[in-house]
T-cell receptor, first 113, second 113 residues
């Protein structure tokens, strides 16, 4: 069963702690993306990666970090430097074979207390 | 800077009414255009896309969109909405040079039975 897995679905952390959100895919897509979704603001791009061991900053990268050591995995770390980390985080892949259509995971809702 | 504008933030329609959701973008280069939909409790999924050819594209569930290059627009239409179309709709633009996506802020559609 192909798809994108994000875990956990809900995550709670204390202010000042770093937290890592998981994203795994078995679609064999090279490109992966992280977005943040806030009410009334749509999706905003945090980081993206076109290939293993390479990634680029999106529009709101400050306070976040990523790694891309494997094709299947693109974890996102929300650091204590992120001023407003409470949000819904979406991971996506891009399918070159279908006119660059993106496929999205179910998301992780992070709440920082 | 690239941007995507969705003019309608909330739309309420009765079943069988016609729908048109506006989307305008600002980008001078070659783009791929998308509409994604997020039904309550479900993943974001592709509704339709344009990358070349006929500017009138048809998607799932009877939706269509027209790319008007001179107006930088990609409006979504459906002749007759159903209660099951209640969802949030996002317009997105992908730059073919950077593979970076920009999303609009979304339109929440509520269809009254």
């Amino acid at each position: 069963d192909g798809g994108i897995t994000q875990s956990p679905k809900y995550l709670f952390r204390k202010e000042g702690q770093n937290v890592t959100l998981s994203c795994e895919q078995n679609l064999n897509h090279d490109a992966m993306y992280w977005y943040r979704q806030d009410p009334g603001q749509g999706l905003r791009l945090i980081y993206y990666s076109q290939i293993v061991n390479d990634f680029q900053k999106g529009d709101i990268a400050e306070g976040y970090s990523v790694s891309r050591e494997k094709k299947e995995s693109f974890p996102l770390t929300v650091t204590s430097a992120q001023k407003n980390p409470t949000a819904f985080y979406l991971c996506a892949t891009r399918d070159r074979g279908r006119a660059d259509t993106q496929y999205f995971g179910p998301g992780t809702r992070l709440t920082v207390l | 800077a690239q941007s995507v504008s969705q003019h309608n933030h909330h739309v309420i329609l009765s079943e069988a009414a016609s729908l048109e959701l506006g989307c305008n973008y600002s980008y001078g280069g070659t783009v791929n255009l998308f509409w994604y939909v997020q039904y309550p409790g479900q993943h974001l999924q592709l509704l339709l896309k344009y990358f070349s050819g006929d500017p009138l594209v048809k998607g799932i569930k009877g939706f269509e969109a027209e790319f008007i290059k001179s107006k930088f627009s990609f409006n979504l239409r459906k002749p007759s909405v159903q209660w099951s179309d209640t969802a949030e709709y996002f317009c997105a633009v992908m730059s073919s040079g950077t593979y970076k996506y920009i999303f609009g802020t979304g339109t929440r559609l509520k269809v009254l039975a």
